[in-house]
């Protein structure tokens, strides 16, 4: 099945800094897509809304056409994405 993730006037505020409004992009499944840009230009911060890491300040994030914040977290991860942590996201081994 073909699935779309819709991001539509998507921004995302920390404080008084925007570090990305009005953002609109359409992603299809299928399809393989590189986010590119400078340090601090909030490509990280994009992913971390999709995968609902973060919550946006502005707009909406669709998987077709169903806001994704009311898909279940278990099912959103099990069934539509995909996320590796820049960090691997693992329990350090060592202790203090």
Known sequence: MVHQLNVN??????????VFQNLNYRFESGKIYALTGP???GKTTLLNC????TDASDGEILLDNKDVSS???LK???NYIGYLF???ALVDDQLP
Do not use: C, T
């Not at 006037?9 to 925007?18: A, I, M, Q, V």
């Not at 999709?50 to 890491?53: D, N, P, S």
């Open 76 to 78: 959103y991860y099990r």
């Open 50 to 53: 999709i995968g609902r890491l």
């Open 86 to 88: 820049q960090n691997y």
């Open 39 to 41: 340090s601090g230009g």
């Open 9 to 18: 006037n998507l921004g995302k505020r920390f404080d008084n800094y925007w």
């Open 71 to 73: 898909i279940k977290i």
